[in-house]
């Protein structure tokens, strides 16, 4: 693939094209200024945010993370962080969107347990049904189930975001065979989400053929914040580039050496 | 009237109001928010016309950092 192709290898979600791979969150960091750098240098275009009651009557003017990240310059991701049941995911959903001026691509997830934060699939597969009946671009967070992330293709989800692993455990991707099994079988992108520690993980996820990464807690809680965004930038665009160009087969040994096997002195 | 607002309940020196003398009473107008109302969102577009009542249980949320 030459240079001017790659230019063009864009992210495509619910119809919208995106240069970047790389799907942030804005929690964790130190003040909004942080949360800013270190989106920016991460080069990321769509930023999640959670939807929480306003505090009334407390520092009104205090600033807010929307004057740090203009809704106009980034595309916001809206999730359902923190809910237990389609029910309050659903709701949280209609409250963002009314929130941000009918805007209706969310980020859906139900979560089944808060020590393990492990995703509730069977709340996640009804929630996503009413959701997209709605009219909304669900992208949704799930385990790394083949199956159940078929169904939420089939439901219309316009993209499957499976975990690597558990949501702020850093552990990385732990089965990278199941991932692939969803990315041969998901005809809309497929982006790992949660569990990525370091920029390897990110690497790996995209050289499996990952449409994109989405990460928070790697990054917030790194000790640079701001590096690290940098590192997981190029660590995207490293691993999309080499899926694309296609890696050398692996074998146990070759016989075949890189340099001429005649000329050699005598 | 006494509503809850939150989870909080707040008194009011009057039996009703819009909606939208609630937002500027809590000095909300002008910021970015969703209000619910008994479990009931209130577009944008209804809050000058929408009165809020003795009792009324409202929710009102914000965009946070989150992941």
């Given at each position: 693939?030459?240079?001017?192709?790659?230019m063009?290898d864009?992210?495509?979600?619910?119809?919208k094209?995106?240069?970047?791979?790389?799907?942030?969150?804005?929690?964790?960091?130190?003040?909004?200024k942080?949360?800013?750098?270190?989106?920016d240098k991460s080069?990321a275009?769509?930023?999640?945010?959670?939807i929480?009651?306003?505090?009334?009557?407390?520092?009104?003017?205090?600033?807010s993370?929307l004057?740090?990240?203009?809704?106009k310059?980034?595309t916001?991701?809206?999730?359902?962080?923190?809910?237990?049941?389609?029910?309050?995911?659903?709701?949280?959903?209609?409250?963002?969107?009314?929130l941000?001026?009918?805007h209706n691509?969310?980020?859906?997830?139900?979560?089944?347990?808060?020590?393990?934060?492990?995703?509730?699939?069977?709340?996640?597969?009804?929630a996503a049904?009413?959701?997209?009946?709605?009219?909304?671009?669900?992208?949704?967070?799930t385990?790394?189930?083949p199956?159940?992330a078929k169904?939420?293709?089939?439901?219309?989800c316009?993209?499957?975001?499976p975990?690597a692993?558990?949501?702020?455990?850093?552990?990385g991707?732990?089965?990278?065979?199941?991932l692939?099994?969803?990315?041969?079988?998901?005809?809309?992108?497929?982006?790992?989400?949660?569990g990525?520690?370091?920029?390897s993980d990110?690497?790996i996820?995209?050289?499996?053929?990952?449409?994109?990464?989405?990460?928070n807690t790697?990054?917030a809680t790194?000790?640079?914040?701001?590096?690290?965004?940098?590192a997981m930038?190029?660590?995207?665009?490293?691993?999309?580039?080499?899926?694309l160009?296609?890696?050398?087969?692996?074998?146990?040994?070759?016989?075949s050496?890189s340099?001429?096997a005649?000329?050699?002195i005598? | 009237m006494k509503?809850?607002?939150?989870?909080?309940?707040?008194?009011?020196?009057?039996?009703s109001?819009?909606?939208?003398?609630?937002?500027?009473?809590?000095?909300?107008?002008?910021?970015r928010?969703a209000?619910?109302?008994n479990?009931?969102?209130?577009?944008?577009?209804?809050?000058?016309?929408l009165?809020?009542n003795?009792g009324?249980?409202?929710?009102?949320?914000?965009a946070?950092?989150g992941g």
């Amino acid at each position: 693939m030459d240079k001017f192709q790659l230019m063009k290898d864009e992210l495509i979600v619910a119809g919208k094209p995106f240069h970047s791979r790389l799907l942030v969150g804005t929690g964790k960091y130190r003040d909004f200024k942080e949360t800013r750098a270190a989106i920016d240098k991460s080069g990321a275009q769509i930023v999640t945010v959670a939807i929480r009651r306003t505090n009334i009557g407390q520092n009104i003017n205090e600033p807010s993370l929307l004057d740090f990240l203009p809704p106009k310059d980034f595309t916001y991701l809206p999730n359902t962080a923190g809910c237990y049941s389609a029910g309050e995911a659903i709701r949280t959903l209609r409250l963002a969107r009314e929130l941000l001026d009918g805007h209706n691509l969310v980020k859906l997830e139900v979560l089944g347990d808060p020590t393990t934060l492990y995703p509730n699939v069977v709340e996640t597969l009804k929630a996503a049904e009413v959701l997209v009946k709605d009219g909304f671009n669900v992208m949704v967070y799930t385990s790394d189930d083949p199956i159940i992330a078929k169904q939420l293709e089939d439901i219309g989800c316009c993209a499957i975001m499976p975990l690597a692993s558990l949501i702020g455990s850093g552990m990385g991707i732990l089965n990278p065979w199941n991932l692939e099994i969803i990315i041969n079988t998901i005809s809309v992108p497929v982006i790992v989400d949660a569990g990525v520690g370091t920029a390897s993980d990110a690497a790996i996820a995209m050289e499996l053929g990952c449409d994109g990464v989405l990460m928070n807690t790697a990054i917030a809680t790194a000790r640079d914040p701001i590096m690290m965004a940098g590192a997981m930038k190029k660590a995207i665009e490293a691993g999309r580039e080499a899926f694309l160009s296609g890696r050398m087969a692996k074998k146990l040994y070759s016989g075949s050496a890189s340099s001429p096997a005649s000329g050699l002195i005598k | 009237m006494k509503i809850t607002i939150n989870g909080n309940i707040r008194d009011f020196d009057c039996q009703s109001m819009t909606a939208e003398a609630l937002v500027a009473e809590l000095k909300l107008a002008g910021k970015r928010f969703a209000i619910e109302r008994n479990g009931e969102i209130i577009p944008k577009s209804l809050l000058p016309k929408l009165a809020i009542n003795d009792g009324d249980n409202l929710e009102i949320v914000g965009a946070v950092g989150g992941g």
